[in-house]
Protein backbone atom coordinates (compact mmCIF):
# COMPACT_ATOMS: atom_id res chain seq x y z
CA UNK A 1 0.00 0.00 0.00
CA UNK A 2 2.70 2.47 -0.34
CA UNK A 3 2.40 3.51 -3.85
CA UNK A 4 -1.79 4.43 -3.05
CA UNK A 5 -0.57 5.95 0.53
CA UNK A 6 2.39 8.29 -1.40
CA UNK A 7 -0.41 9.15 -4.31
CA UNK A 8 -3.59 10.16 -1.47
CA UNK A 9 -1.14 11.79 0.59
CA UNK A 10 0.01 13.77 -2.76
CA UNK A 11 -3.17 14.64 -3.95
CA UNK A 12 -4.02 16.22 -0.62
CA UNK A 13 -1.14 18.50 -1.03
CA UNK A 14 -1.86 19.39 -4.23
CA UNK A 15 -5.89 19.72 -4.02
CA UNK A 16 -5.17 22.28 -1.24
CA UNK A 17 -3.44 24.33 -4.49
CA UNK A 18 -6.01 23.71 -6.71
CA UNK A 19 -8.68 24.84 -4.75
CA UNK A 20 -7.25 28.02 -3.23
CA UNK A 21 -10.36 30.23 -4.64
CA UNK A 22 -10.13 34.50 -4.85
CA UNK A 23 -13.32 36.48 -4.53
CA UNK A 24 -14.04 38.37 -7.81
CA UNK A 25 -16.04 40.79 -9.83
CA UNK A 26 -18.17 41.39 -12.45
CA UNK A 27 -15.30 41.49 -15.22
CA UNK A 28 -14.19 37.83 -14.48
CA UNK A 29 -17.42 36.09 -14.96
CA UNK A 30 -17.30 32.92 -17.23
CA UNK A 31 -16.69 33.72 -20.68
CA UNK A 32 -18.59 31.19 -23.18
CA UNK A 33 -17.24 29.07 -25.68
CA UNK A 34 -18.04 28.73 -29.16
CA UNK A 35 -19.23 25.08 -28.57
CA UNK A 36 -21.70 23.28 -26.60
CA UNK A 37 -20.89 22.33 -23.36
CA UNK A 38 -21.80 20.38 -20.21
CA UNK A 39 -24.15 22.05 -17.75
CA UNK A 40 -24.58 20.49 -13.89
CA UNK A 41 -27.57 22.12 -12.06
CA UNK A 42 -27.42 21.89 -8.13
CA UNK A 43 -30.96 22.07 -6.07
CA UNK A 44 -29.65 21.90 -2.59
CA UNK A 45 -32.82 21.19 -0.41
CA UNK A 46 -33.31 18.02 1.48
CA UNK A 47 -36.46 16.58 3.60
CA UNK A 48 -33.61 15.08 6.32
CA UNK A 49 -30.20 15.75 5.96
CA UNK A 50 -28.00 12.66 5.90
CA UNK A 51 -24.90 12.56 8.21
CA UNK A 52 -22.25 11.21 5.98
CA UNK A 53 -23.13 13.96 2.80
CA UNK A 54 -20.69 16.48 1.90
CA UNK A 55 -22.72 18.21 -0.36
CA UNK A 56 -24.10 21.68 -0.18
CA UNK A 57 -28.02 21.42 1.23
CA UNK A 58 -30.38 22.48 3.77
CA UNK A 59 -33.47 21.34 5.35
CA UNK A 60 -36.64 21.86 2.66
CA UNK A 61 -38.77 25.19 2.94
CA UNK A 62 -41.30 24.83 0.41
CA UNK A 63 -41.85 29.10 -0.18
CA UNK A 64 -37.78 29.06 -0.09
CA UNK A 65 -37.48 26.48 -2.93
CA UNK A 66 -39.82 27.72 -5.15
CA UNK A 67 -37.85 30.96 -5.10
CA UNK A 68 -34.64 29.02 -5.52
CA UNK A 69 -35.80 26.87 -8.53
CA UNK A 70 -37.66 30.44 -10.27
CA UNK A 71 -33.82 32.41 -9.29
CA UNK A 72 -32.74 29.23 -11.17
CA UNK A 73 -34.49 29.60 -14.46
CA UNK A 74 -33.29 33.13 -14.75
CA UNK A 75 -29.84 32.25 -14.25
CA UNK A 76 -29.78 29.63 -17.17
CA UNK A 77 -31.32 32.68 -18.56
CA UNK A 78 -28.68 34.72 -18.12
CA UNK A 79 -25.96 31.97 -19.36
CA UNK A 80 -28.46 31.88 -22.43
CA UNK A 81 -27.98 35.52 -23.41
CA UNK A 82 -24.51 35.41 -22.83
CA UNK A 83 -23.97 32.87 -25.51
CA UNK A 84 -23.56 29.34 -23.47
CA UNK A 85 -25.24 26.60 -24.60
CA UNK A 86 -25.17 22.75 -23.62
CA UNK A 87 -25.48 19.52 -25.19
CA UNK A 88 -25.82 17.39 -21.84
CA UNK A 89 -27.29 18.62 -18.29
CA UNK A 90 -27.12 16.85 -14.97
CA UNK A 91 -28.97 17.91 -12.05
CA UNK A 92 -28.21 16.89 -8.99
CA UNK A 93 -28.51 18.01 -4.75
CA UNK A 94 -29.38 17.99 -2.60
CA UNK A 95 -32.82 16.31 -4.20
CA UNK A 96 -33.82 17.39 -7.53
CA UNK A 97 -36.97 15.50 -7.38
CA UNK A 98 -38.50 17.39 -3.96
CA UNK A 99 -40.63 19.73 -5.97
CA UNK A 100 -41.39 17.68 -9.02
CA UNK A 101 -43.83 20.93 -10.74
CA UNK A 102 -40.81 23.10 -10.28
CA UNK A 103 -38.31 20.30 -11.91
CA UNK A 104 -40.73 20.20 -14.49
CA UNK A 105 -40.65 23.96 -15.29
CA UNK A 106 -37.31 23.59 -15.01
CA UNK A 107 -36.77 20.82 -17.77
CA UNK A 108 -39.12 22.83 -20.08
CA UNK A 109 -37.22 25.82 -19.65
CA UNK A 110 -33.63 24.02 -20.10
CA UNK A 111 -35.72 22.62 -23.34
CA UNK A 112 -36.26 26.01 -24.81
CA UNK A 113 -33.32 27.05 -24.33
CA UNK A 114 -30.60 24.80 -25.32
CA UNK A 115 -32.24 21.57 -26.83
CA UNK A 116 -30.05 19.21 -24.64
CA UNK A 117 -28.98 16.49 -25.81
CA UNK A 118 -29.04 14.15 -22.57
CA UNK A 119 -30.47 14.86 -19.47
CA UNK A 120 -29.88 13.21 -16.16
CA UNK A 121 -31.72 13.59 -12.74
CA UNK A 122 -30.84 12.30 -9.23
CA UNK A 123 -33.62 11.36 -6.98
CA UNK A 124 -34.03 9.47 -3.77
CA UNK A 125 -35.71 5.67 -3.04
CA UNK A 126 -39.07 7.24 -2.32
CA UNK A 127 -39.55 8.26 -5.92
CA UNK A 128 -38.87 4.68 -6.98
CA UNK A 129 -42.23 4.16 -8.04
CA UNK A 130 -43.66 3.75 -11.74
CA UNK A 131 -45.34 7.16 -11.88
CA UNK A 132 -42.46 8.96 -10.76
CA UNK A 133 -40.14 7.09 -12.42
CA UNK A 134 -42.50 7.34 -15.72
CA UNK A 135 -43.09 11.25 -14.65
CA UNK A 136 -39.14 12.08 -15.36
CA UNK A 137 -38.79 10.22 -17.89
CA UNK A 138 -41.38 11.80 -19.78
CA UNK A 139 -39.99 15.21 -18.60
CA UNK A 140 -36.49 14.15 -20.57
CA UNK A 141 -34.43 12.81 -18.56
CA UNK A 142 -33.01 9.76 -20.06
CA UNK A 143 -30.71 8.65 -16.88
CA UNK A 144 -32.34 8.59 -13.88
CA UNK A 145 -29.70 7.66 -10.90
CA UNK A 146 -31.02 6.98 -7.74
CA UNK A 147 -28.91 6.97 -4.24
CA UNK A 148 -29.33 3.32 -2.52
CA UNK A 149 -25.88 3.28 -0.86
CA UNK A 150 -26.12 -0.04 0.71
CA UNK A 151 -28.68 -2.84 0.80
CA UNK A 152 -27.60 -3.70 4.64
CA UNK A 153 -30.10 -2.84 7.23
CA UNK A 154 -27.54 -2.35 9.85
CA UNK A 155 -25.94 0.42 8.06
CA UNK A 156 -28.85 1.86 6.58
CA UNK A 157 -29.86 2.11 10.16
CA UNK A 158 -26.73 4.16 11.66
CA UNK A 159 -26.32 6.43 8.42
CA UNK A 160 -30.41 7.51 8.77
CA UNK A 161 -31.91 5.78 6.18
CA UNK A 162 -33.47 2.73 7.26
CA UNK A 163 -36.90 5.07 8.46
CA UNK A 164 -36.54 7.24 5.53
CA UNK A 165 -36.45 5.12 2.75
CA UNK A 166 -36.93 1.51 4.02
CA UNK A 167 -35.05 -1.42 4.78
CA UNK A 168 -32.80 -3.87 2.07
CA UNK A 169 -35.56 -5.87 0.97
CA UNK A 170 -37.88 -2.83 0.38
CA UNK A 171 -35.13 -0.72 -1.38
CA UNK A 172 -34.69 -4.41 -3.74
CA UNK A 173 -37.97 -4.28 -4.54
CA UNK A 174 -38.45 -0.51 -5.27
CA UNK A 175 -36.11 -1.17 -7.95
CA UNK A 176 -37.11 -4.39 -9.32
CA UNK A 177 -40.68 -2.52 -9.62
CA UNK A 178 -39.50 0.33 -12.06
CA UNK A 179 -37.18 -1.73 -14.33
CA UNK A 180 -37.76 -1.11 -18.08
CA UNK A 181 -39.42 2.76 -17.64
CA UNK A 182 -35.96 5.01 -17.64
CA UNK A 183 -33.65 4.93 -20.61
CA UNK A 184 -30.68 4.37 -18.16
CA UNK A 185 -31.45 3.54 -14.44
CA UNK A 186 -28.35 4.22 -12.38
CA UNK A 187 -27.44 2.60 -8.85
CA UNK A 188 -25.35 4.65 -6.75
CA UNK A 189 -23.87 2.82 -3.80
CA UNK A 190 -21.12 3.75 -1.36
CA UNK A 191 -18.25 1.20 0.22
CA UNK A 192 -15.44 1.76 2.54
CA UNK A 193 -17.93 2.41 5.49
CA UNK A 194 -16.15 1.77 8.77
CA UNK A 195 -18.63 -1.26 9.95
CA UNK A 196 -19.00 -2.39 6.25
CA UNK A 197 -17.18 -5.95 6.29
CA UNK A 198 -16.21 -8.40 3.04
CA UNK A 199 -19.60 -10.05 2.73
CA UNK A 200 -21.78 -6.72 3.11
CA UNK A 201 -20.09 -5.99 -0.22
CA UNK A 202 -20.68 -9.45 -2.15
CA UNK A 203 -24.24 -9.34 -0.58
CA UNK A 204 -24.83 -5.87 -2.18
CA UNK A 205 -22.85 -7.20 -5.40
CA UNK A 206 -25.36 -10.35 -5.74
CA UNK A 207 -28.74 -7.99 -4.90
CA UNK A 208 -27.53 -5.47 -7.21
CA UNK A 209 -27.15 -8.76 -10.19
CA UNK A 210 -30.31 -9.66 -9.37
CA UNK A 211 -32.41 -6.47 -10.29
CA UNK A 212 -29.67 -5.91 -13.09
CA UNK A 213 -30.13 -2.29 -13.42
CA UNK A 214 -28.87 -0.66 -16.32
CA UNK A 215 -25.72 1.40 -14.62
CA UNK A 216 -23.94 1.00 -11.24
CA UNK A 217 -21.60 3.80 -9.55
CA UNK A 218 -20.00 2.50 -6.80
CA UNK A 219 -18.27 5.48 -4.95
CA UNK A 220 -15.40 5.23 -1.78
CA UNK A 221 -16.76 7.00 1.08
CA UNK A 222 -15.94 10.59 0.27
CA UNK A 223 -16.22 13.18 3.03
CA UNK A 224 -14.77 16.43 4.10
CA UNK A 225 -12.66 16.59 7.49
CA UNK A 226 -15.66 18.22 9.29
CA UNK A 227 -17.58 15.06 8.17
CA UNK A 228 -14.85 12.39 8.83
CA UNK A 229 -15.47 13.76 12.64
CA UNK A 230 -19.24 13.29 12.55
CA UNK A 231 -18.84 9.70 11.05
CA UNK A 232 -16.16 8.14 13.24
CA UNK A 233 -18.25 8.94 16.25
CA UNK A 234 -21.04 6.79 13.91
CA UNK A 235 -19.41 4.17 12.90
CA UNK A 236 -15.72 4.37 13.68
CA UNK A 237 -12.70 5.02 11.72
CA UNK A 238 -12.29 4.29 7.66
CA UNK A 239 -8.80 2.52 6.30
CA UNK A 240 -7.19 2.34 3.08
CA UNK A 241 -6.72 -1.30 3.07
CA UNK A 242 -10.35 -2.09 3.60
CA UNK A 243 -11.02 0.06 0.96
CA UNK A 244 -8.46 -1.90 -1.56
CA UNK A 245 -10.21 -4.90 -0.69
CA UNK A 246 -13.48 -3.88 -1.29
CA UNK A 247 -13.00 -2.41 -4.60
CA UNK A 248 -11.18 -5.74 -5.83
CA UNK A 249 -14.61 -7.39 -4.18
CA UNK A 250 -16.47 -4.91 -6.55
CA UNK A 251 -14.48 -5.04 -10.13
CA UNK A 252 -14.87 -8.72 -9.86
CA UNK A 253 -17.96 -9.12 -8.61
CA UNK A 254 -19.34 -6.87 -11.61
CA UNK A 255 -17.30 -8.22 -14.35
CA UNK A 256 -20.04 -8.26 -16.38
CA UNK A 257 -20.54 -4.41 -16.36
CA UNK A 258 -18.59 -2.70 -18.68
CA UNK A 259 -16.48 -0.15 -16.82
CA UNK A 260 -17.18 3.61 -18.21
CA UNK A 261 -14.98 5.05 -14.94
CA UNK A 262 -12.88 3.91 -12.14
CA UNK A 263 -16.03 3.50 -10.40
CA UNK A 264 -18.66 3.32 -12.64
CA UNK A 265 -20.15 0.27 -14.37
CA UNK A 266 -22.71 0.31 -17.28
CA UNK A 267 -24.20 -2.14 -19.64
CA UNK A 268 -24.11 1.18 -22.74
CA UNK A 269 -21.86 4.07 -22.43
CA UNK A 270 -24.76 5.99 -21.34
CA UNK A 271 -23.69 9.53 -19.21
CA UNK A 272 -22.27 9.17 -16.04
CA UNK A 273 -22.23 10.64 -12.31
CA UNK A 274 -22.74 14.04 -10.98
CA UNK A 275 -19.18 14.13 -10.59
CA UNK A 276 -18.17 15.55 -13.92
CA UNK A 277 -15.59 13.79 -14.93
CA UNK A 278 -14.69 14.87 -18.41
CA UNK A 279 -11.80 16.56 -19.16
CA UNK A 280 -13.81 19.45 -21.12
CA UNK A 281 -15.51 22.57 -19.82
CA UNK A 282 -18.64 22.72 -18.05
CA UNK A 283 -21.14 25.24 -16.37
CA UNK A 284 -21.88 24.81 -13.25
CA UNK A 285 -25.37 26.47 -12.24
CA UNK A 286 -27.68 26.70 -8.41
CA UNK A 287 -26.24 27.51 -4.79
CA UNK A 288 -22.89 25.86 -4.84
CA UNK A 289 -22.51 24.63 -7.72
CA UNK A 290 -18.67 24.15 -9.60
CA UNK A 291 -18.01 24.76 -13.33
CA UNK A 292 -14.91 24.56 -14.96
CA UNK A 293 -14.87 27.26 -17.89
CA UNK A 294 -11.77 28.36 -20.17
CA UNK A 295 -9.40 26.66 -17.73
CA UNK A 296 -10.83 28.85 -14.25
CA UNK A 297 -13.07 27.21 -11.87
CA UNK A 298 -15.72 29.13 -10.79
CA UNK A 299 -18.28 28.42 -7.54
CA UNK A 300 -21.31 30.03 -7.39
CA UNK A 301 -22.61 31.36 -3.44
CA UNK A 302 -23.53 29.34 -0.92
CA UNK A 303 -26.32 31.35 0.32
CA UNK A 304 -29.16 30.60 -1.16
CA UNK A 305 -30.76 33.98 0.06
CA UNK A 306 -27.77 35.69 -1.59
CA UNK A 307 -28.14 33.10 -4.64
CA UNK A 308 -32.42 34.38 -5.19
CA UNK A 309 -31.12 38.38 -4.32
CA UNK A 310 -28.53 38.36 -7.29
CA UNK A 311 -30.66 36.36 -9.95
CA UNK A 312 -33.83 38.94 -8.92
CA UNK A 313 -31.14 41.96 -9.91
CA UNK A 314 -30.12 39.99 -13.19
CA UNK A 315 -26.61 39.16 -11.88
CA UNK A 316 -24.88 36.01 -12.17
CA UNK A 317 -24.43 34.44 -8.35
CA UNK A 318 -20.52 33.44 -8.92
CA UNK A 319 -18.35 34.55 -6.02
CA UNK A 320 -14.80 32.74 -6.53
CA UNK A 321 -12.58 31.40 -8.99
CA UNK A 322 -9.54 29.85 -9.01
CA UNK A 323 -7.03 30.09 -12.35
CA UNK A 324 -5.20 26.75 -13.31
CA UNK A 325 -1.79 27.72 -15.19
CA UNK A 326 -0.76 25.50 -17.64
CA UNK A 327 1.00 22.95 -15.98
CA UNK A 328 -2.11 22.50 -13.45
CA UNK A 329 -4.53 22.54 -16.79
CA UNK A 330 -2.21 19.80 -18.14
CA UNK A 331 -2.86 17.60 -14.90
CA UNK A 332 -6.17 18.19 -14.49
CA UNK A 333 -6.51 16.74 -18.48
CA UNK A 334 -4.36 13.92 -17.48
CA UNK A 335 -6.72 13.16 -14.05
CA UNK A 336 -9.91 13.78 -15.56
CA UNK A 337 -8.87 12.11 -19.02
CA UNK A 338 -7.75 8.66 -17.49
CA UNK A 339 -10.44 8.74 -15.09
CA UNK A 340 -12.96 7.71 -17.86
CA UNK A 341 -10.11 4.72 -19.01
CA UNK A 342 -8.51 6.40 -22.31
CA UNK A 343 -7.08 9.81 -22.97
CA UNK A 344 -6.27 10.75 -26.75
CA UNK A 345 -2.69 11.58 -27.54
CA UNK A 346 -4.26 13.70 -29.99
CA UNK A 347 -6.55 15.48 -27.85
CA UNK A 348 -3.81 16.43 -25.52
CA UNK A 349 -1.57 17.63 -28.46
CA UNK A 350 -4.46 19.91 -29.65
CA UNK A 351 -4.95 21.55 -26.14
CA UNK A 352 -0.74 21.90 -25.08
CA UNK A 353 0.86 21.51 -27.91
CA UNK A 354 2.87 18.45 -27.45
CA UNK A 355 2.56 14.96 -26.32
CA UNK A 356 2.08 14.04 -22.38
CA UNK A 357 5.09 12.03 -21.92
CA UNK A 358 7.07 15.41 -23.56
CA UNK A 359 4.42 17.63 -20.98
CA UNK A 360 4.00 15.74 -18.23
CA UNK A 361 7.30 12.99 -18.09
CA UNK A 362 7.46 12.75 -14.98
CA UNK A 363 3.73 11.93 -13.95
CA UNK A 364 3.75 9.35 -17.61
CA UNK A 365 7.08 7.75 -15.92
CA UNK A 366 5.85 7.17 -12.28
CA UNK A 367 2.59 5.71 -13.58
CA UNK A 368 4.00 3.51 -16.33
CA UNK A 369 6.63 1.86 -13.84
CA UNK A 370 3.59 1.48 -11.31
CA UNK A 371 1.71 -0.12 -14.15
CA UNK A 372 -1.43 2.06 -14.02
CA UNK A 373 -1.32 3.24 -17.31
CA UNK A 374 -0.33 1.70 -20.73
CA UNK A 375 0.80 3.52 -24.06
CA UNK A 376 -0.10 3.08 -27.42
CA UNK A 377 0.16 4.89 -30.48
CA UNK A 378 -3.02 6.70 -30.29
CA UNK A 379 -3.77 6.85 -26.09
CA UNK A 380 -2.81 6.64 -23.08
CA UNK A 381 -4.97 3.89 -21.36
CA UNK A 382 -5.95 2.71 -17.87
CA UNK A 383 -5.21 -0.76 -16.67
CA UNK A 384 -6.92 -2.92 -14.23
CA UNK A 385 -4.40 -1.74 -11.55
CA UNK A 386 -4.98 2.08 -12.12
CA UNK A 387 -8.07 2.18 -11.60
CA UNK A 388 -7.87 2.03 -8.18
CA UNK A 389 -4.99 4.59 -8.18
CA UNK A 390 -7.35 6.58 -9.98
CA UNK A 391 -10.54 6.19 -7.60
CA UNK A 392 -7.83 7.47 -4.83
CA UNK A 393 -7.00 10.17 -6.63
CA UNK A 394 -10.52 11.27 -7.48
CA UNK A 395 -11.71 10.82 -3.95
CA UNK A 396 -8.43 13.13 -2.83
CA UNK A 397 -9.83 15.54 -5.30
CA UNK A 398 -13.47 15.72 -4.55
CA UNK A 399 -12.73 15.79 -0.66
CA UNK A 400 -10.99 18.92 -0.89
CA UNK A 401 -14.18 20.00 -2.69
CA UNK A 402 -15.92 18.87 0.02
CA UNK A 403 -13.42 20.61 2.41
CA UNK A 404 -14.19 24.02 0.47
CA UNK A 405 -17.86 23.24 0.87
CA UNK A 406 -17.45 23.10 4.57
CA UNK A 407 -15.69 26.63 4.32
CA UNK A 408 -18.54 28.26 2.06
CA UNK A 409 -21.53 26.42 4.14
CA UNK A 410 -19.84 28.11 7.74
CA UNK A 411 -19.25 31.35 5.94
CA UNK A 412 -22.66 31.22 4.49
CA UNK A 413 -24.09 30.17 8.51
CA UNK A 414 -25.55 26.60 7.22
CA UNK A 415 -23.21 25.19 10.02
CA UNK A 416 -21.14 26.73 13.01
CA UNK A 417 -17.65 27.26 12.96
Known amino acids: ?????????????????????????????????????????????????????????????????????????????????????????????????????ELETTLKHISLLFSPKDISVETNPDMLNRDAVSALSDMGAGRISVGVQTFQDN???????????????????????????????????IYNYPVQTGNDILSDIEILKEVNPDQITFYPLMISDRTRLTMKKIMGRQTLAKEYAFYRLITSGLASYKPVSAWCFSKSTAMIDEYVTSNEDYLGAGSGAFGFVNGSIYANTFSITSYIDSLRNSRLPVYAKKTFSKKELMRYMFLMGLFGLKMPRSSFIEKFGNDPWKMLLLECLFFTLTGAIKTTCDDLLLTEKGRYLWVIMMKEFFTGVDNFRDLSRVEAGYIER
Open 155 to 189: ILKLIGRYDKYGCGDELKLKISNVMGIAKTLNIDM
Open 1 to 101: MITEKFISQFMKYKTRDYLTFKELGTESLPVASKRKIQLYIHIPFCRVLCPYCSFHRVAFDETLTREYFKALRCELSLYKEKGFDFYEVYIGGGTPTILMD
